[in-house]
């Protein structure tokens, strides 16, 4: 088995021989290392090989986390995970990031939750780009309003959109879905530029993040090539 430091290599050269294919600087993408369901100690051999940005879909397992660590000072939480109303203070007071907000009224209560002596949170509108009934995420035609309503609140900087296409589509499809995200928030960022930094696609995971940097992704968030296969069931929240 290859550590997680060689993992984080290994990711991290897809990512600099991807933005070279795509003529793209090769800071340009960042690495989100998607650490659920995995142990603290994990994440420990992460930091020692460099990483400090961390996803988390799971509240109660994030916090407990962001304790085990919390003697490592530069850590940078990310919360990725469907967001439950009586939930957003801890993920306000606790995360650098949000990247699934989906609705006004939680990116309300993120902003009122959001301490003053902190900046302001970062988040992105997670896009259900394949309109699938059972997916998180806001749709294509409802972006506009979203972004308008959630680029007023104070406690929140309005960074960009994020997705998570169905994977199981051709590669050509699965371009378009990424190529229609850039063109989103190219629009937003023509229709609507004081409403926030709009410098951010969270876009591309173990499977597909050449595809998505190809397509301007600027985060990519990588779970199992980093840390191995998950369990199939998620531990209880
Ligand atoms: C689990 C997860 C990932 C990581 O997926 P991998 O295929 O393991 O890289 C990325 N984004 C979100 C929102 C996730 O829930």
């Known amino acids: 088995m290859s550590s997680?430091?060689?993992?984080?290599?290994s990711v991290t050269r897809?990512?600099?021989?991807?933005?070279?294919?795509?003529?793209?600087?090769?800071?340009?993408?960042?690495?989100?290392?998607?650490?659920?369901?995995?142990?603290?100690?994990?994440l420990r051999a992460a930091y020692r090989a460099g990483q400090r940005a961390f996803g988390e879909?799971?509240?109660?397992?994030?916090?407990d986390k962001i304790d085990a660590?919390?003697?490592?000072?530069?850590?940078d939480w990310h919360f990725i995970g469907p967001i439950q109303s009586n939930?957003?203070?801890?993920?306000?007071?606790?995360?650098?990031?949000?990247?699934?907000?989906?609705?006004?009224?939680?990116?309300?209560?993120?902003?009122?939750?959001?301490?003053?002596?902190?900046?302001?949170?970062?988040?992105?509108?997670?896009?259900?780009?394949d309109n699938e009934d059972s997916k998180?995420?806001?749709?294509?035609?409802?972006?506009?309003?979203?972004?308008?309503?959630v680029g007023a609140l104070p406690g929140l900087s309005l960074r960009g959109l994020m997705?998570?296409?169905?994977?199981?589509?051709?590669?050509?499809?699965?371009r378009a879905r990424f190529r229609a995200m850039a063109d989103a928030l190219a629009e937003l960022r023509r229709t609507q530029p004081e409403a926030g930094p709009l410098d951010t696609l969270s876009m591309g995971m173990s499977g597909d993040l050449e595809a998505a940097i190809a397509e301007g992704a600027t985060w990519v968030r990588v779970g199992t090539a980093l840390f191995g296969a998950r369990p199939p069931k998620a531990p209880p929240r």
């Open 4 to 9: 997680i430091a060689d993992n984080i290599g």
């Open 14 to 42: 897809r990512i600099q021989k991807a933005t070279l294919a795509a003529g793209r600087a090769p800071d340009s993408v960042h690495l989100l290392a998607v650490s659920k369901t995995r142990p603290a100690e994990d």
């Open 57 to 63: 879909n799971y509240l109660q397992e994030a916090l």
């Open 69 to 75: 660590l919390a003697d490592l000072p530069d850590l």
């Open 87 to 129: 939930k957003t203070r801890p993920i306000a007071e606790a995360f650098a990031w949000v990247h699934s907000v989906d609705r006004l009224k939680i990116a309300r209560r993120l902003s009122e939750q959001r301490p003053a002596d902190q900046p302001p949170l970062n988040v992105c509108l997670q896009v259900n780009i």
């Open 136 to 149: 998180a995420g806001c749709r294509l035609a409802e972006l506009a309003e979203l972004a308008a309503g």
């Open 163 to 174: 997705v998570i296409p169905d994977p199981d589509q051709p590669e050509d499809q699965l």
